[in-house]
């Protein structure tokens, strides 16, 4: 890996020769060096001089922006100091993230600008690169850009690279916390969303990790208080950034990491990380237009802080109450999920089970959840808590104005100055402010706006049947009509008003149109009996005189007597009729029971053989744990030989009843093996420190010997290069002598040389003037052939150009022929559904006319039976209500329409 492939002796030597590195400006060759110090398995004892080589390798790496080799050499230096001396880590870490910060700060500061990138991870594309180059972006701000986004990702590498070093060690638990911390700080200061996400995702593997892992080793123990209370502060800063980075969904998954936590160890943190945390969840179930739950986080807030502020103000309780109030108001008076399909009930239900349990209620999943945490629910918390005379003023009348009054025609006029005060408020918490949400009154008004409207409704439909748009806008008169008509949409679709908007007529209609209704049917029968009591005073003294029943004739009475007795054997048949029926029903009622008993039997059979299969599984489970443990002391036994007999002891009795831990052995082992190598290593030291001492000895009797030797060697080198120099000039004398007799032959020959240059020269020039004129010639020859290829490309072109002008000529004329053919299509079924109307309606007509006919028909007759019938007992021609006739059955030979069948 390294470019010097060179092993040091001495970690001090590394150390050294990185240094002088540095100083020629050769960083590159001096962090290799460290790197193979750090990762070589020679030197896996720790010894101060790795701390001091760790030291300048994270600054090397932090001038050079190597998060990689960062990461490698302090997963090393993690396996060197986990057993020794861990505070040598955390020094390490914590200089290493100094650096980083302090880099990015600086170049932060030095630019002046914003980090603009989205996602500090995200590699650069070559489309991104021209893009940057070819912007009309300035030339200095493109550079300090440059500057400061390398330096702010390798700050988010280091925190990464930190979190993921220190991830599940219990003895570095704090420095984790405050990497997390820091992390934290750096994506709220700098609005880093995306890396925000990252990171909370990163925290929520590092704890799932822990938990799944159980018997790793130096894992924390959340059972501890101190390590639990750590965990708790991080996640609570987390959800505190999610919040004020505006993030709702990662701030939700906060609480439920939170609740989690407290859920695991099953343990509540201290009161007042429990008010932060629901003041955060009224937040958030605020921005999720979760009304009730929000309410039930103020109510659960309340509770908390009344029980364990002991400086709590009477301002703050009173401004505390009256938010609990508000929003209980502000929660809809209908349930939205009326009328919802089974598969969205129980969606709901695992929904409202979720969200009970981040409020700490405890409820029974077999159970409607609606029962139990509703606005009723907690509206008669309130009461039976009295807990509205705490509120101030306004909030006291507006909640009795819209929970207890009845104020049909002014409701809205008596609460709009209490919603404009509201709206003016600006009351604020003047204890503890970090556990208690920011507290904004307005808030609540449009919430309140739309109960109100609602209660107004509501009141009206009370007293009038209907009511004109104009006049009951001018009731209302904080909202427009679209609104009103939107809510009572939303009120008519979830069963709270019963209500009819008629937009031809302009009114709006309350109450059920059915006559059927069970308020007219009441009322018809309370007329009904009162008219009956007054027409039994007026008429009392007719009532004496017709007490004389008349005489009747004898075939007048046969044929009463005759009427009676096939009412009597009509009332038989009907009376046959329903014991038949009621027989069936007995029937089919005996055999849905015994179908239950069926499927609770079922239901036994297959509870008892999933008990039984649990029993099994629990029992394999335990037969598994005693064989492990069986052999882990088994394995304990065997170390424990083995430790005896490296120890040399000899004859130690084990006893076959004990306990051996296996765990506590290995460590044992490995804390004596530790001190063996110590020793070892001490032994060598002092082995090396005698062989530096004989070989400065050695050295030292040597010096007068190398001095001598050095003397006659520098006397013979001195003949020697003396005789050399002289022969070398003897041989460069001949030489030149030689050269000058051969340069005064070769004159003689330059008057035919200079002959043939010329003869060549010409030669050369008439063949370069043929190939310039055969070079003309394929030019010419290859101008015109490209120019006819042009031609001829482009009447090719101008021809498909006409080509495709004809079929779109042609596609036009198609189309417009085909949208004719359409139109008369249409134009012949509207007037086949024209005639088809005026048929129908022609028929209907003439049924109505049969009816009228009919039932004109039926009236005379009737009237006929009327006269010829004979006088009834005294008493008898009273007006009877409807409830008291005998009315005959159902089904009879009554006229229906053709639909109704």
């Not at 031809?504 to 007219?520: A, I, P, T």
């Not at 417009?816 to 209907?844: G, V, Y």
């Not at 009228?852 to 008898?876: D, L, M, S, T, V």
Request: glycine fraction near 2%.
């Amino acid at each position: 890996m390294s470019g010097y492939p060179v092993s040091f002796q001495k970690p001090e030597n590394a150390l050294k020769r990185a240094e002088e590195l540095i100083n020629v400006n050769q960083k590159s060759a001096a962090l290799n060096a460290l790197h193979e110090v750090i990762t070589s398995k020679r030197h896996r004892t720790w010894q101060k001089t790795l701390e001091k080589i760790m030291f300048k390798y994270v600054e090397l790496c932090v001038d050079m922006k190597r998060g990689r080799f960062a990461k490698e050499g302090l997963i090393q230096y993690r396996i060197v100091c986990q057993g020794v001396n861990v505070n040598s880590l955390e020094e390490v870490i914590k200089h290493f993230l100094k650096l980083a910060s302090d880099r990015a700060e600086a170049a932060q500061t030095e630019a002046a600008i914003a980090v603009d990138c989205e996602d500090l991870e995200a590699t650069n594309t070559p489309e991104n690169l021209m893009l940057s180059y070819v912007s009309g972006e300035k030339g200095k701000d493109r550079t300090d850009r440059q500057t400061v986004t390398p330096w702010f990702k390798f700050l988010w590498e280091t925190y990464r690279t930190v979190l993921e070093i220190l991830r599940n060690n219990s003895k570095l638990e704090s420095l984790y916390a405050m990497t997390a911390y820091r992390a934290f700080q750096f994506c709220k200061e700098y609005k880093r969303v995306t890396e925000f996400r990252r990171l909370c995702e990163i925290l929520r593997n590092h704890l799932a990790n822990l938990n799944k892992y159980r018997d790793q080793r130096d894992r924390p123990d959340l059972t501890i208080p101190e390590s639990l209370q750590l965990y708790l502060e991080t996640r609570f800063e987390q959800l505190k950034v999610a919040t004020e980075l505006e993030l709702w969904q990662e701030a939700f998954r906060s609480v439920e990491d939170i609740h989690g936590l407290m859920t695991l160890v099953k343990k509540s943190p201290k009161p007042q990380m429990m008010a932060i945390y629901y003041a955060k969840l009224t937040k958030i179930f605020w921005k999720s237009e979760n009304y009730l739950y929000h309410a039930y986080a103020w109510y659960k807030l309340y509770n908390l802080s009344k029980t364990y502020k002991k400086d709590f103000t009477a301002a703050d309780l009173k401004l505390m109450v009256s938010c609990v109030v508000l929003s209980t108001l502000a929660v809809p008076p209908y349930d939205r999920k009326h009328g919802a399909a089974h598969f969205e009930l129980e969606l709901e239900k695992d929904r409202n089970l979720r969200m009970a349990n981040l409020l700490g209620f405890s409820l029974d999943p077999k159970r409607d959840t609606r029962e139990v945490l509703s606005r009723a629910a907690l509206m008669s918390e309130l009461n039976s808590k009295n807990m509205v005379a705490g509120a101030t003023p306004e909030v006291k009348e507006l909640f009795q104005l819209l929970e207890h009054g009845f104020h049909p025609l002014d409701l809205c006029a008596r609460v709009a100055p209490l919603m404009a005060s509201l709206a003016e408020s600006a009351a604020t918490f003047s204890s503890d402010k970090s556990s208690l949400p920011d507290v904004t009154l307005s808030d609540y008004v449009p919430a309140l706006e739309r109960l109100t409207i609602l209660r107004t409704l509501q009141q009206v439909s009370h007293v009038y049947n209907s009511m004109k748009m104009p006049h009951l806008m001018k009731m209302v008169p904080f909202r427009t009509f679209d609104d009103v008509e939107k809510l009572v949409v939303d009120a008519v679709k979830f069963g709270y008003l019963q209500i009819k908007i008629d937009h031809q007529n302009k009114c709006v209609h309350f109450g059920s149109q059915c006559l059927e209704s069970e308020r007219v049917r009441n009322h018809i029968t309370i007329l009904a009996k009162r008219l009956n009591r007054v027409q039994q005073l007026i008429a009392a003294d007719l009532n004496v005189e017709k007490a004389k029943p008349p005489v009747k004739p004898t075939a007048e009475l046969l044929h009463e007597i005759e009427a009676e007795h096939q009412r009597v054997l009509a009332r038989c048949k009907i009376i046959e009729r329903r014991k038949e029926l009621q027989e069936q029903m007995a029937l089919e009622q005996e055999r849905e029971e015994e179908q239950k008993k069926m499927m609770q039997q079922k239901v036994n059979e297959e509870a008892e053989r999933k008990r039984q299969a649990e029993e099994a599984r629990k029992r394999e489970e335990d037969r598994i744990r005693r064989d492990i443990e069986e052999k882990e002391d088994e394995e304990a036994r065997v170390l424990l030989e083995q430790v005896q007999r490296r120890k040399g002891k000899k004859g130690v009795k084990i006893d076959e009843n004990s306990k051996l831990d296996k765990r506590q052995l290995m460590e044992d082992a490995l804390s004596e093996q530790i001190k063996e190598r110590q020793e070892t290593e001490r032994k060598l030291q002092r082995l090396n420190k005698q062989l530096d001492h004989m070989e400065r000895a050695r050295r030292e009797e040597e010096v007068p010997l190398l001095k001598a030797l050095h003397e006659t060697n520098l006397v013979e080198d001195k003949n020697w290069f003396e005789a050399q120099q002289a022969k070398n000039a003897e041989a460069s004398r001949t030489q030149w002598e030689e050269d000058v007799k051969e340069k005064a032959r070769m004159v003689k020959m330059l008057a035919d040389k200079a002959t043939f240059q010329a003869q060549v020269m010409e030669r050369r020039a008439e063949e370069f003037a043929r190939r310039e004129e055969e070079r003309a010639e394929r030019l010419a020859e290859l101008r015109q052939f490209r120019k006819t290829e042009r031609i001829i490309r482009r009447k090719k072109e101008f021809l498909r150009r006409l080509k495709l002008e004809e079929e779109e000529r042609i596609r036009k004329i198609e189309e417009e022929k085909r949208r004719a053919e359409e139109e008369e299509a249409e134009r012949k079924r509207e007037e086949m559904a024209k005639l088809r109307e005026e048929q129908e309606a022609r028929e209907r007509a003439e049924r109505e006319a049969l009816m009228a006919a009919e039932a004109e028909e039926r009236a005379k007759r009737g009237e006929a039976e009327e006269r010829e019938a004979p006088r009834p007992a005294a008493g008898g021609d009273r007006y009877q209500p409807r409830g008291a006739r005998e009315e005959p059955p159902r089904g009879g030979d009554r006229w229906q329409p053709r639909g109704g069948r």
